[in-house]
Protein backbone atom coordinates (compact mmCIF):
# COMPACT_ATOMS: atom_id res chain seq x y z
CA UNK A 1 0.00 0.00 0.00
CA UNK A 2 1.23 3.56 -1.32
CA UNK A 3 1.56 6.46 0.91
CA UNK A 4 3.61 8.82 -0.83
CA UNK A 5 0.76 11.72 -1.36
CA UNK A 6 -0.32 11.71 2.09
CA UNK A 7 3.78 11.51 3.03
CA UNK A 8 4.26 14.69 0.93
CA UNK A 9 1.57 16.55 2.55
CA UNK A 10 2.45 15.63 5.82
CA UNK A 11 5.91 16.84 5.81
CA UNK A 12 4.05 20.44 4.11
CA UNK A 13 1.54 20.69 6.95
CA UNK A 14 4.86 20.09 9.56
CA UNK A 15 5.93 23.52 8.48
CA UNK A 16 2.60 24.79 9.21
CA UNK A 17 0.74 23.43 11.33
CA UNK A 18 1.53 22.11 15.27
CA UNK A 19 2.12 18.96 14.82
CA UNK A 20 0.67 18.71 10.86
CA UNK A 21 -3.15 18.38 12.14
CA UNK A 22 -5.94 20.80 13.82
CA UNK A 23 -6.65 18.27 16.09
CA UNK A 24 -4.35 16.21 18.19
CA UNK A 25 -5.48 12.98 18.01
CA UNK A 26 -5.16 12.75 14.05
CA UNK A 27 -1.46 12.50 14.56
CA UNK A 28 -1.94 9.77 16.72
CA UNK A 29 -0.84 7.31 14.24
CA UNK A 30 3.42 6.36 12.88
CA UNK A 31 5.02 7.96 11.39
CA UNK A 32 2.02 10.26 9.80
CA UNK A 33 -1.29 10.24 9.35
CA UNK A 34 -3.33 9.81 5.56
CA UNK A 35 -4.80 12.76 4.13
CA UNK A 36 -8.26 12.03 2.31
CA UNK A 37 -9.30 12.81 -0.49
CA UNK A 38 -13.16 12.15 -0.72
CA UNK A 39 -15.78 9.98 1.18
CA UNK A 40 -18.23 7.48 -0.36
CA UNK A 41 -20.51 5.80 1.82
CA UNK A 42 -19.14 3.40 4.35
CA UNK A 43 -15.66 3.79 2.83
CA UNK A 44 -13.26 6.86 2.78
CA UNK A 45 -10.54 7.48 -0.18
CA UNK A 46 -7.20 8.80 0.95
CA UNK A 47 -5.01 10.78 -1.26
CA UNK A 48 -2.69 8.17 -2.78
CA UNK A 49 -6.31 6.24 -3.70
CA UNK A 50 -6.24 3.42 -1.18
CA UNK A 51 -9.87 2.70 0.27
CA UNK A 52 -10.58 1.88 3.42
CA UNK A 53 -13.87 0.71 5.38
CA UNK A 54 -14.47 3.73 7.80
CA UNK A 55 -15.17 2.92 11.03
CA UNK A 56 -14.04 6.24 12.83
CA UNK A 57 -16.71 8.06 10.58
CA UNK A 58 -15.43 11.71 11.78
CA UNK A 59 -15.08 10.41 15.32
CA UNK A 60 -19.02 10.38 15.57
CA UNK A 61 -20.88 12.93 13.38
CA UNK A 62 -21.19 10.48 10.67
CA UNK A 63 -24.83 8.80 11.46
CA UNK A 64 -25.64 8.68 8.04
CA UNK A 65 -22.08 7.86 6.46
CA UNK A 66 -20.31 10.03 3.96
CA UNK A 67 -23.13 10.52 1.72
CA UNK A 68 -25.63 12.90 2.58
CA UNK A 69 -29.55 11.62 1.62
CA UNK A 70 -31.04 13.95 -1.31
CA UNK A 71 -33.17 15.85 1.93
CA UNK A 72 -29.84 16.70 3.53
CA UNK A 73 -27.86 17.71 0.57
CA UNK A 74 -30.82 20.00 -1.00
CA UNK A 75 -31.00 21.46 2.51
CA UNK A 76 -27.28 22.22 3.11
CA UNK A 77 -26.92 23.76 -0.95
CA UNK A 78 -30.03 25.62 -0.26
CA UNK A 79 -28.87 27.54 2.69
CA UNK A 80 -25.68 27.66 2.08
CA UNK A 81 -26.40 30.21 -1.31
CA UNK A 82 -28.73 31.80 0.21
CA UNK A 83 -25.92 33.16 2.52
CA UNK A 84 -24.76 31.31 5.00
CA UNK A 85 -25.01 33.22 8.14
CA UNK A 86 -26.48 36.43 9.49
CA UNK A 87 -26.49 37.20 12.94
CA UNK A 88 -30.36 37.40 13.00
CA UNK A 89 -32.29 34.11 14.17
CA UNK A 90 -33.98 32.25 11.75
CA UNK A 91 -36.96 29.59 11.74
CA UNK A 92 -34.79 26.28 10.99
CA UNK A 93 -32.93 27.24 14.75
CA UNK A 94 -36.50 26.97 16.16
CA UNK A 95 -37.29 23.45 14.02
CA UNK A 96 -33.84 22.21 15.11
CA UNK A 97 -34.96 23.05 18.87
CA UNK A 98 -38.17 21.58 18.69
CA UNK A 99 -36.95 18.48 16.96
CA UNK A 100 -34.68 17.83 20.08
CA UNK A 101 -37.18 19.01 22.94
CA UNK A 102 -39.19 16.76 21.16
CA UNK A 103 -37.59 13.49 21.35
CA UNK A 104 -35.69 13.96 24.38
CA UNK A 105 -37.82 14.56 27.49
CA UNK A 106 -35.13 16.20 29.88
CA UNK A 107 -34.72 18.95 27.26
CA UNK A 108 -37.24 21.87 27.65
CA UNK A 109 -34.77 24.14 26.18
CA UNK A 110 -31.92 24.50 24.06
CA UNK A 111 -28.86 26.89 23.43
CA UNK A 112 -27.04 25.51 20.13
CA UNK A 113 -22.89 26.49 19.87
CA UNK A 114 -20.31 25.45 17.46
CA UNK A 115 -18.58 22.56 19.14
CA UNK A 116 -18.54 19.53 21.82
CA UNK A 117 -16.11 22.20 23.47
CA UNK A 118 -18.55 24.87 23.65
CA UNK A 119 -21.09 23.46 24.88
CA UNK A 120 -19.41 21.78 27.41
CA UNK A 121 -17.92 25.09 29.10
CA UNK A 122 -21.17 26.72 28.32
CA UNK A 123 -22.97 24.09 30.34
CA UNK A 124 -20.31 24.06 33.68
CA UNK A 125 -20.71 27.90 33.62
CA UNK A 126 -24.63 27.53 33.59
CA UNK A 127 -24.40 24.65 36.45
CA UNK A 128 -21.90 27.29 38.55
CA UNK A 129 -24.30 30.25 37.61
CA UNK A 130 -27.67 28.45 38.93
CA UNK A 131 -26.25 27.03 42.02
CA UNK A 132 -23.93 29.38 42.96
CA UNK A 133 -20.75 26.72 43.45
CA UNK A 134 -17.80 26.53 42.32
CA UNK A 135 -16.96 22.96 42.05
CA UNK A 136 -17.76 19.91 39.11
CA UNK A 137 -17.37 16.68 39.68
CA UNK A 138 -16.00 14.69 36.34
CA UNK A 139 -14.79 11.00 35.99
CA UNK A 140 -11.41 10.23 35.58
CA UNK A 141 -10.55 9.51 31.48
CA UNK A 142 -14.57 10.54 31.04
CA UNK A 143 -13.89 13.74 28.13
CA UNK A 144 -15.55 17.09 27.38
CA UNK A 145 -13.37 18.83 25.09
CA UNK A 146 -10.79 21.03 25.15
CA UNK A 147 -11.61 23.13 28.11
CA UNK A 148 -10.33 24.51 31.56
CA UNK A 149 -12.69 23.03 33.72
CA UNK A 150 -12.31 19.39 32.68
CA UNK A 151 -8.64 18.81 31.51
CA UNK A 152 -8.00 17.55 35.22
CA UNK A 153 -6.72 14.44 36.38
CA UNK A 154 -5.96 12.99 39.17
CA UNK A 155 -8.17 12.24 42.36
CA UNK A 156 -11.12 14.16 44.46
CA UNK A 157 -8.18 15.22 46.69
CA UNK A 158 -5.27 15.92 43.99
CA UNK A 159 -6.60 17.57 41.26
CA UNK A 160 -4.14 18.45 38.75
CA UNK A 161 -4.36 20.11 35.33
CA UNK A 162 -3.87 17.35 32.64
CA UNK A 163 -2.46 20.07 30.24
CA UNK A 164 -0.04 22.84 30.14
CA UNK A 165 -1.75 26.32 30.60
CA UNK A 166 -3.58 25.83 32.79
CA UNK A 167 -3.08 27.18 36.40
CA UNK A 168 -3.73 24.91 39.44
CA UNK A 169 -5.79 27.36 41.02
CA UNK A 170 -8.27 26.58 38.34
CA UNK A 171 -7.83 22.32 38.77
CA UNK A 172 -8.64 22.65 42.55
CA UNK A 173 -12.51 23.20 41.13
CA UNK A 174 -12.69 20.07 39.14
CA UNK A 175 -13.29 16.82 41.49
CA UNK A 176 -11.91 13.28 39.62
CA UNK A 177 -13.39 10.27 40.56
CA UNK A 178 -13.33 6.58 38.82
CA UNK A 179 -16.37 5.98 36.56
CA UNK A 180 -18.74 3.38 38.52
CA UNK A 181 -16.76 3.91 42.22
CA UNK A 182 -20.37 4.64 44.04
CA UNK A 183 -17.69 5.30 47.55
CA UNK A 184 -15.79 7.40 45.90
CA UNK A 185 -18.23 9.32 44.66
CA UNK A 186 -20.15 9.57 48.19
CA UNK A 187 -16.99 10.68 49.74
CA UNK A 188 -16.65 13.46 47.84
CA UNK A 189 -20.13 14.54 48.74
CA UNK A 190 -19.28 14.19 52.33
CA UNK A 191 -16.01 16.44 51.84
CA UNK A 192 -17.37 19.35 49.34
CA UNK A 193 -21.47 18.83 48.88
CA UNK A 194 -21.86 22.63 49.95
CA UNK A 195 -19.54 23.37 47.05
CA UNK A 196 -20.38 20.81 44.10
CA UNK A 197 -22.67 22.66 41.47
CA UNK A 198 -22.70 19.46 39.41
CA UNK A 199 -21.51 16.29 38.40
CA UNK A 200 -20.45 15.98 34.59
CA UNK A 201 -20.43 12.34 33.09
CA UNK A 202 -20.48 10.65 30.03
CA UNK A 203 -23.48 8.33 29.81
CA UNK A 204 -21.04 5.40 28.37
CA UNK A 205 -17.34 6.54 28.62
CA UNK A 206 -16.62 6.85 24.61
CA UNK A 207 -13.59 8.35 24.28
CA UNK A 208 -11.76 5.93 27.10
CA UNK A 209 -12.21 2.78 25.77
CA UNK A 210 -16.06 2.11 25.76
CA UNK A 211 -16.89 1.86 29.51
CA UNK A 212 -20.37 0.85 30.40
CA UNK A 213 -22.16 2.17 33.80
CA UNK A 214 -22.91 -0.98 36.09
CA UNK A 215 -26.75 -1.85 36.65
CA UNK A 216 -27.88 1.35 38.81
CA UNK A 217 -25.23 3.68 38.88
CA UNK A 218 -26.73 6.24 36.80
CA UNK A 219 -29.92 6.45 39.08
CA UNK A 220 -27.09 6.66 42.49
CA UNK A 221 -25.59 9.59 40.50
CA UNK A 222 -29.16 11.20 39.96
CA UNK A 223 -30.44 10.59 43.37
CA UNK A 224 -26.84 11.83 45.17
CA UNK A 225 -26.67 14.80 42.98
CA UNK A 226 -30.64 15.65 44.04
CA UNK A 227 -30.01 15.12 47.40
CA UNK A 228 -26.95 17.73 47.55
CA UNK A 229 -28.71 20.38 45.27
CA UNK A 230 -26.52 19.68 42.45
CA UNK A 231 -27.09 19.19 38.64
CA UNK A 232 -26.63 16.11 37.09
CA UNK A 233 -25.01 16.92 33.56
CA UNK A 234 -24.90 14.22 31.04
CA UNK A 235 -22.64 14.95 27.92
CA UNK A 236 -24.06 13.28 25.48
CA UNK A 237 -22.01 14.47 22.54
CA UNK A 238 -21.34 11.17 21.51
CA UNK A 239 -24.10 9.01 22.85
CA UNK A 240 -26.65 11.07 21.67
CA UNK A 241 -28.80 10.27 18.56
CA UNK A 242 -26.78 7.46 18.50
CA UNK A 243 -27.47 5.46 21.59
CA UNK A 244 -31.13 4.79 22.58
CA UNK A 245 -32.07 6.10 18.79
CA UNK A 246 -33.47 9.77 19.33
CA UNK A 247 -34.28 9.60 22.89
CA UNK A 248 -30.55 9.05 23.34
CA UNK A 249 -28.17 7.45 26.10
CA UNK A 250 -30.57 9.27 28.77
CA UNK A 251 -33.77 7.14 27.13
CA UNK A 252 -31.96 3.58 27.31
CA UNK A 253 -30.75 4.26 30.75
CA UNK A 254 -34.16 5.67 32.01
CA UNK A 255 -32.75 8.73 34.12
CA UNK A 256 -33.58 12.26 33.83
CA UNK A 257 -30.43 14.68 34.03
CA UNK A 258 -30.88 18.41 34.30
CA UNK A 259 -28.49 19.73 31.50
CA UNK A 260 -27.15 17.37 28.97
CA UNK A 261 -24.95 18.35 26.26
CA UNK A 262 -24.91 17.45 22.81
CA UNK A 263 -22.17 17.64 19.75
CA UNK A 264 -21.53 15.61 16.91
CA UNK A 265 -24.63 13.75 15.50
CA UNK A 266 -27.07 16.72 16.11
CA UNK A 267 -25.23 19.11 13.36
CA UNK A 268 -25.38 16.45 10.71
CA UNK A 269 -21.53 16.64 10.08
CA UNK A 270 -21.05 20.29 10.59
CA UNK A 271 -19.40 22.04 13.29
CA UNK A 272 -22.18 21.96 16.20
CA UNK A 273 -22.89 21.79 19.96
CA UNK A 274 -25.77 22.60 22.24
CA UNK A 275 -26.69 23.07 25.89
CA UNK A 276 -30.33 21.34 26.84
CA UNK A 277 -32.54 21.10 29.98
CA UNK A 278 -35.02 22.54 32.04
CA UNK A 279 -36.32 25.83 31.57
CA UNK A 280 -36.12 26.84 35.07
CA UNK A 281 -32.43 25.93 34.60
CA UNK A 282 -31.87 27.44 30.88
CA UNK A 283 -33.33 30.38 31.45
CA UNK A 284 -30.51 31.76 33.62
CA UNK A 285 -28.51 31.81 30.05
CA UNK A 286 -28.31 35.65 28.86
CA UNK A 287 -30.14 37.27 27.69
CA UNK A 288 -32.92 35.31 29.67
CA UNK A 289 -30.73 35.43 32.56
CA UNK A 290 -27.02 36.49 34.34
CA UNK A 291 -24.87 33.67 33.01
CA UNK A 292 -23.46 35.17 29.98
CA UNK A 293 -23.37 33.18 26.81
CA UNK A 294 -22.74 33.93 22.91
CA UNK A 295 -21.19 33.31 19.87
CA UNK A 296 -21.32 34.49 16.29
CA UNK A 297 -21.83 31.42 14.21
CA UNK A 298 -24.34 29.94 16.86
CA UNK A 299 -27.21 28.19 15.18
CA UNK A 300 -25.70 28.46 12.03
CA UNK A 301 -28.40 27.74 9.48
CA UNK A 302 -26.60 25.50 7.36
CA UNK A 303 -25.60 23.45 10.40
CA UNK A 304 -28.99 23.77 11.85
CA UNK A 305 -30.12 22.48 8.45
CA UNK A 306 -28.01 19.40 8.43
CA UNK A 307 -28.87 18.20 11.83
CA UNK A 308 -32.97 18.82 11.34
CA UNK A 309 -32.66 16.79 7.80
CA UNK A 310 -30.26 14.23 9.17
CA UNK A 311 -32.14 13.51 12.79
CA UNK A 312 -35.42 13.75 10.12
CA UNK A 313 -34.05 11.13 7.81
CA UNK A 314 -33.19 8.86 10.99
CA UNK A 315 -36.48 9.14 12.27
CA UNK A 316 -37.92 8.25 8.93
CA UNK A 317 -35.92 5.49 8.09
CA UNK A 318 -34.60 2.12 9.16
CA UNK A 319 -31.39 3.50 10.37
CA UNK A 320 -30.93 3.11 13.88
CA UNK A 321 -32.46 -0.77 13.05
CA UNK A 322 -29.80 -1.07 10.80
CA UNK A 323 -26.75 0.71 12.50
CA UNK A 324 -27.17 -1.16 15.92
CA UNK A 325 -27.78 -4.42 13.82
CA UNK A 326 -24.45 -4.56 12.03
CA UNK A 327 -23.05 -3.25 15.74
CA UNK A 328 -24.30 -6.45 17.22
CA UNK A 329 -22.84 -8.26 14.00
CA UNK A 330 -19.48 -7.05 14.89
CA UNK A 331 -19.34 -7.25 18.29
CA UNK A 332 -20.55 -11.31 18.03
CA UNK A 333 -18.31 -11.67 15.23
CA UNK A 334 -15.35 -9.95 17.24
CA UNK A 335 -15.89 -11.65 20.60
CA UNK A 336 -16.20 -15.18 18.68
CA UNK A 337 -12.10 -14.26 17.11
CA UNK A 338 -11.43 -12.84 20.38
CA UNK A 339 -12.14 -16.13 21.97
CA UNK A 340 -10.42 -17.94 19.91
CA UNK A 341 -6.74 -15.89 18.83
CA UNK A 342 -6.49 -13.39 22.18
CA UNK A 343 -8.67 -14.30 25.08
CA UNK A 344 -6.79 -12.03 27.39
CA UNK A 345 -8.77 -9.21 25.31
CA UNK A 346 -12.21 -7.78 25.36
CA UNK A 347 -14.96 -6.52 23.09
CA UNK A 348 -16.77 -3.53 24.18
CA UNK A 349 -19.78 -1.66 22.90
CA UNK A 350 -23.35 -1.20 22.74
CA UNK A 351 -26.16 -0.12 19.65
CA UNK A 352 -23.67 1.03 17.07
CA UNK A 353 -20.41 1.54 18.92
CA UNK A 354 -17.51 -1.02 19.30
CA UNK A 355 -13.94 -1.32 20.19
CA UNK A 356 -11.62 -4.00 20.90
CA UNK A 357 -9.54 -3.39 24.28
CA UNK A 358 -6.25 -5.24 24.66
CA UNK A 359 -7.14 -5.76 28.20
CA UNK A 360 -4.52 -8.13 30.04
CA UNK A 361 -7.02 -10.03 31.52
CA UNK A 362 -10.11 -10.64 29.80
CA UNK A 363 -12.61 -8.78 32.10
CA UNK A 364 -14.16 -5.75 31.16
CA UNK A 365 -13.24 -2.69 32.21
CA UNK A 366 -15.56 -1.10 35.10
CA UNK A 367 -13.09 2.18 34.72
CA UNK A 368 -10.71 4.23 32.56
CA UNK A 369 -7.79 2.96 34.20
CA UNK A 370 -8.73 -0.85 33.55
CA UNK A 371 -8.47 0.31 29.55
CA UNK A 372 -4.99 2.21 30.23
CA UNK A 373 -3.65 -1.12 31.95
CA UNK A 374 -4.07 -2.59 28.48
CA UNK A 375 -1.54 -3.18 25.67
CA UNK A 376 -2.05 0.74 24.48
CA UNK A 377 1.31 0.47 22.55
CA UNK A 378 0.71 -3.02 20.89
CA UNK A 379 -2.67 -1.44 19.78
CA UNK A 380 -0.94 1.89 18.42
CA UNK A 381 2.32 0.37 16.72
CA UNK A 382 1.28 -2.99 15.23
CA UNK A 383 -2.31 -3.76 15.31
CA UNK A 384 -3.54 -0.33 13.96
CA UNK A 385 -1.15 -0.14 11.09
CA UNK A 386 -1.95 -4.18 9.99
CA UNK A 387 -5.57 -3.18 9.85
CA UNK A 388 -5.39 -0.11 7.77
CA UNK A 389 -2.96 -2.75 5.40
CA UNK A 390 -6.17 -4.58 5.25
CA UNK A 391 -7.86 -1.03 3.95
CA UNK A 392 -9.50 -0.94 7.48
CA UNK A 393 -9.31 2.43 9.14
CA UNK A 394 -10.16 2.18 12.94
CA UNK A 395 -9.92 5.17 15.43
CA UNK A 396 -6.53 6.44 15.37
CA UNK A 397 -5.88 5.29 19.49
CA UNK A 398 -6.75 2.67 21.94
CA UNK A 399 -9.14 4.76 23.95
CA UNK A 400 -11.37 5.96 21.28
CA UNK A 401 -14.68 4.27 20.25
CA UNK A 402 -15.58 3.34 16.47
CA UNK A 403 -18.62 3.98 14.84
CA UNK A 404 -21.34 2.03 12.46
CA UNK A 405 -22.91 4.42 10.18
CA UNK A 406 -26.10 3.98 7.67
CA UNK A 407 -23.67 3.60 4.70
CA UNK A 408 -22.34 0.61 6.08
CA UNK A 409 -23.15 -2.81 4.50
CA UNK A 410 -23.03 -6.74 5.71
CA UNK A 411 -20.07 -7.11 3.43
CA UNK A 412 -18.17 -4.37 5.29
CA UNK A 413 -18.68 -5.98 8.59
CA UNK A 414 -17.67 -9.44 6.65
CA UNK A 415 -14.47 -8.15 5.26
CA UNK A 416 -13.50 -6.32 8.28
CA UNK A 417 -13.90 -9.03 10.64
CA UNK A 418 -11.83 -11.26 8.20
CA UNK A 419 -9.02 -8.50 8.72
CA UNK A 420 -9.50 -8.74 12.94
CA UNK A 421 -8.36 -12.16 12.32
CA UNK A 422 -5.23 -11.53 10.53
CA UNK A 423 -4.35 -8.62 12.61
CA UNK A 424 -5.33 -10.14 16.40
C1 LIG B 1 -16.14 14.87 21.02
C2 LIG B 1 -16.58 15.10 22.44
C3 LIG B 1 -16.55 16.38 23.03
C4 LIG B 1 -15.93 17.56 22.34
O1 LIG B 1 -16.58 17.91 21.20
P1 LIG B 1 -15.81 18.82 20.10
O2 LIG B 1 -16.84 19.09 19.07
O3 LIG B 1 -14.65 17.98 19.64
O4 LIG B 1 -15.35 20.04 20.80
C5 LIG B 1 -17.10 16.55 24.28
N1 LIG B 1 -17.64 15.51 24.95
C6 LIG B 1 -17.66 14.27 24.43
C7 LIG B 1 -18.29 13.15 25.20
C8 LIG B 1 -17.12 14.03 23.17
O5 LIG B 1 -17.10 12.79 22.67
Not at 22 to 37: L, M, W
Not at 222 to 235: P, S
Not at 385 to 394: N, Y
Request: glycine share 10%; with cysteine.
Amino acid sequence: MKHDRSRDLYDRALSVMPGGVNSAVRAAVEPYPFFVHKGDGGHVVDVDDNRYVDWVMGLGPLLLGHDMPESVRAAVQRRASEGPMYAAPTEVEIELAEFVTRHVPSVEQLRFVNSGTEATVSAVRLARGYTGRNKIVVMQGGYHGAQETTLVEGDAEHPRPSSAGIPQSFAEHTLPVPFNDRDAMREVFEAHGDDIAAVLTEPILGNYGIVHPEEGYHEFLRNITAEHDALLIFDEVITGFRVGGLGCAQGRFDVTPDLTTFGKIVGGGFPVGAVGGRAEIMEHLTPAGDVFQAGTFSGHPVTMAAGLETLTYAAENDVYAHVDDLGERLRSGLEDIVADQAPEYTVAGTASMFKVLFTRDGTEPTCAADVERGETDRWRRIFWESMLEEEIFLSQNQFECQFVSHAHTDEDVDRTLEAYKEAL
